[in-house]
């Protein structure tokens, strides 16, 4: 991406972009609320604070590039079939806002319901998926349990063949599950909160914060201080750094996730493949590429890259599933800091600190949730209190021990 | 993939190690007495950053012992390994 934002228009998927998305703004001294990061989690809350709540003072703080975290980072899967009542309710929100969004932001990005097959490879995958669908259809989401041949129907390029080392037993589908151009996910957020009036500043690091007692009046940035009335972090893999400065501790790890694609190729795969057992998830981009991710690398970094060897059990994985991409050439490989935490259930709500919001811990699975958390962080913001949807995701949860233990719905080892 | 030093063995493939998450987290000596919040600390919460980091591997593929190191969490340069009891080379941790 060029400095003025998007690029030109693309050919390969129809969209003209305007030669300017968003202002390019020097932060002012105070706002009413102050977004810590422009990935699309920030963007969103910032869209929704003007849209449903009138509030326009604000500013969105990126230490790098707008959405250059892991917003560009991610394999784009959105899907809303998790296990528990509280994620059902919350990734189901997101699902909706999804289908409405290219609409209410006047803004094509290629959001394709083309569904989603987590596969099972053992007994146990079978009860658990089975179970997992039931719970799904109780709480309205859409679901079902697939047989072999009935996942080859809908993949047909996938091997569901018994011989393979660890056979494919079935797998749930959910068909209004899909993929969306992430980048320009997140253009479509900023030019509406540009339109808003709302300040999207680049290059301007959160270093700490302005405290009053247990109050947060502002940020300090490497932009000089800027005061707040309410600060909303949304730093993904960073936000324990940025806690730590207020002696701030989190129930989170960081850890490197990675991606790769493969050269383009005419379309062949028609769905989004997702298989915790053998590891690997795959979709095709719009333009051709084959999308795939891995697992997380075991150990704590921040290092924005991961190690080879998870690469190539994703591809071993990838190739034995679909013995057809044996001979395409991997083009680009890419790592993103992605923060875990106990429960693989993001943490959203209050903090010690009157008028500090956070929202982080979404691990590997954050951008399906890009709209509800925009829209659940605005609402922090702007009422000072929990939204019903992400209640249950507070940081007392660790100390109550009302975990929402999502790690076989949320379906990248971690 | 990251070259481990084992204290015992040498230096091995990261293929061969487990990862044990941070270093010296001791068991609370009096967990009764603990309040929900102090065992919610100890049972969740760990250290993160960005910088040194003591932690624990495993020597799975090898002589399955347990050890500890200090590795920087951007560059992954492993500034010491130990063996349990040890203190680490320029005391860190
Ligand atoms: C390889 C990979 C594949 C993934 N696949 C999927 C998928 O298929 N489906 C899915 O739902 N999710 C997926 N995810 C997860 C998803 O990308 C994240 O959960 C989600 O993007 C996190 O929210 P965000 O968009 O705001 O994060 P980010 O885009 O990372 O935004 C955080 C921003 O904060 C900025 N920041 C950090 N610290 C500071 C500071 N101190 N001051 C100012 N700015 C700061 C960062 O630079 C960054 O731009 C994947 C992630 C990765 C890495
Ligand atoms: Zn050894």
Redesign the pocket.
Known sequence: MRPGGASAGSAQTGQQHADHLWRHTDPKPSYDAVV???????LATAFYLAKNHGITNVAV????WL????????????RSNYLWDESAAIYEHALKLWEGLPEELDYDFLFSQRGVLNLAHTQQDVRDSRRRVYANQLNGVDGEWLTPDEVAKVCPILNVSPETRYPVLGATYQPRAGIAKHDHVAWAFARQCDQYGIDLIQH????GFLTSGNRVTGVRTTRGDIAAGRVAM?????SS??AGTLGLRLPVQSHP???LVSELLEPVHPTVVMSNHVHV?VSQAHKGELVM?AGVDSYNSYGQRGSVHVIEQQMAAAVELFPIFARAHVLRTW??I?DVTPDASPVIGLTPYENLYINCG?????????PAVGWVMAHLVATGTPHALNEPFGLDRFTTGALIDEHGAAAVAH | MLLIRCPWCGDREETEFGYGGQAHVAYPPSAEQLSDDEWAQYLFFRDNPKGPFAERWVHAAGCRRWFNAVRHTVSNEFISVYRPGEKPAGGAA
């Open positions: 810590v990061g422009a990935g699309g989690h920030g703080l990126e230490r790098g959405a250059g975290g892991n917003m560009a980072r991610n394999t784009t899967i959105i301007c690091e959160v270093t949304t730093a993904a893999g960073h750094v940025l996730l990675q991606a998830y991710g790592g993103g992605v979404w691990g590997t699975g954050g951008f399906k949730a890009t």
